[in-house]
């Protein structure tokens, strides 16, 4: 789509138009503005993230760890694409911290990479309590 930064492999390039191309969504408690083909989300964010849900499309993707929690709780999950490294960082946020109940989840997919790397998408199958 645009410039690319001169250490950006040719086969890196496909997979940077799409996500430059994508729609971005940013929930933040700090910022006012975003760019990047991004909308910043205010208000209540459960009626937000519904409110995309019900559009066309493939999906939302949701990154870190405050925000797949809270949507967690709002039963808004459901797929949990997880990538583990082969690192063990010791410290840190845990991704399931502030659940007060638990998720079922079956195995959908799980490929192996030759770093070591294994990402695992689970499907939710019982929201454990949750409200859906």
Same mark, same amino acid.
């Given at each position: 789509? #645009?410039?690319?930064? *001169?250490?950006?492999?040719?086969?890196?390039?496909?997979?940077?138009?799409?996500?430059?191309?994508?729609?971005?969504?940013?929930?933040?408690?700090?910022?006012?503005?975003? +760019?990047?083909?991004?909308?910043?989300?205010?208000?209540?964010?459960?009626?937000?993230?519904?409110?995309?849900?019900?559009?066309? *499309?493939?999906?939302?993707?949701? #990154?870190?760890?405050?925000?797949?929690?809270?949507?967690?709780?709002? #039963?808004?999950?459901?797929?949990?694409?997880?990538?583990? =490294?082969?690192?063990?960082?010791? =410290?840190?946020?845990?991704?399931?911290?502030?659940?007060?109940? =638990?998720?079922?989840?079956?195995?959908?997919?799980?490929?192996?990479?030759?770093?070591?790397?294994?990402?695992?998408?689970?499907?939710?199958?019982?929201?454990?309590?949750? +409200?859906?």
């Amino acid at each position: 789509m #645009g410039l690319w930064p *001169g250490w950006v492999q040719p086969w890196q390039v496909p997979f940077g138009d799409a996500v430059d191309a994508a729609p971005k969504y940013v929930v933040s408690s700090s910022l006012t503005d975003v +760019d990047w083909n991004a909308e910043l989300l205010d208000g209540d964010l459960v009626t937000r993230i519904r409110d995309l849900k019900e559009q066309p *499309g493939r999906g939302l993707f949701v #990154g870190g760890v405050t925000l797949p929690a809270a949507l967690a709780r709002a #039963g808004l999950i459901d797929e949990y694409a997880l990538l583990v =490294h082969p690192v063990l960082a010791g =410290h840190g946020p845990r991704l399931a911290a502030g659940l007060a109940d =638990h998720l079922t989840l079956s195995l959908v997919q799980r490929d192996v990479f030759r770093s070591g790397v294994t990402a695992l998408r689970y499907r939710l199958t019982d929201p454990g309590g949750y +409200d859906t």
